[in-house]
Antibody
Framework: DVQLVESGGGLVQPGGSLRLSCAAS????????MNWVRQVPGKGLVWVSR????????NYADSVKGRFTISRDNAKNTLYLQMNSLTAEDTAVYYC?????????WGQGTMVTVSS | DIQMTQSPSSLSASVGDRVTITCQAS??????LNWYQQKPGKAPKLLIY???NLETGVPPRFSGSGSGTDFTFTISSLQPEDIATYYC?????????FGGGTKVDIK
């Protein structure tokens, strides 16, 4: 089965850091662009970041630029999101998703809570 | 950044009704527009890509149309399992903004 599984979420203090992981299986991970999308519980979807298949191109939402870093290890079939200088506004469910424009496969999400 | 204005924010319809949701982009995005369905506690699911193309496995009662700045998503005959929130999303260039969502429930 084609699958994405996120991990690494949890409770972190304001100003802290967290690294999310997204393990891919069932498809040729190295061939696909990948994304992170977040959602505050009860609110809408917000695109966060994108990385191309060979790691030569990345894009970020203005709200996370300079604080978050997207990366991937194609040998490990894993996508990452390093999140630094976290604030309460970063509290959300974080989803990884596959695709350059249309996001056709999504993980189940991992909750990140930024609170003291 | 491109803004996506989706309407209505919620609607209530009867089983079998035709349901229509609109999405307006703040600038021309050609056909670079997707529609997603999200059920409570679940990840979004891609239904329509490139404005009018049905994703594999999605029932044909779902359809999309439009280009430029104005887009429409239609459920031709609402079914109980269609209760969800629907989002449009552009992918003309980053950032890939989503619309605010339309919550659909049964009357």
């Amino acid at each position: 089965d084609v699958q994405l599984v996120e991990s690494g979420g949890g409770l972190v203090q304001p100003g802290g850091s967290l690294r999310l992981s997204c393990a891919a299986s069932g498809f040729t991970f190295s061939s696909y662009w990948m994304n992170w999308v977040r959602q505050v519980p009860g609110k809408g979807l917000v695109w966060v970041s994108r990385i191309n298949s060979d790691v030569s191109s990345t894009n970020y939402a203005d709200s996370v630029k300079g604080r978050f870093t997207i990366s991937r290890d194609n040998a490990k079939n894993t996508l990452y999101l390093q999140m630094n200088s976290l604030t309460a506004e970063d509290t959300a469910v974080y989803y990884c998703s596959r695709g350059q424009g249309a996001f056709d496969i999504w993980g189940q999400g991992t909750m990140v809570t930024v609170s003291s | 950044d491109i803004q996506m204005t989706q309407s209505p924010s919620s609607l209530s319809a009867s089983v079998g009704d035709r349901v229509t949701i609109t999405c307006q982009a703040s600038q021309d995005i050609s056909i670079y527009l997707n529609w997603y369905q999200q059920k409570p506690g679940k990840a979004p699911k891609l239904l329509i890509y490139a404005a009018a193309n049905l994703e594999t496995g999605v029932p044909p009662r779902f359809s999309g149309s439009g280009s430029g700045t104005d887009f429409t998503f239609t459920i031709s005959s609402l079914q109980p399992e269609d209760i969800a929130t629907y989002y449009c999303q552009h992918y003309d260039h980053p950032p890939f903004t989503f619309g605010g969502g339309t919550k659909v429930d049964i009357k």
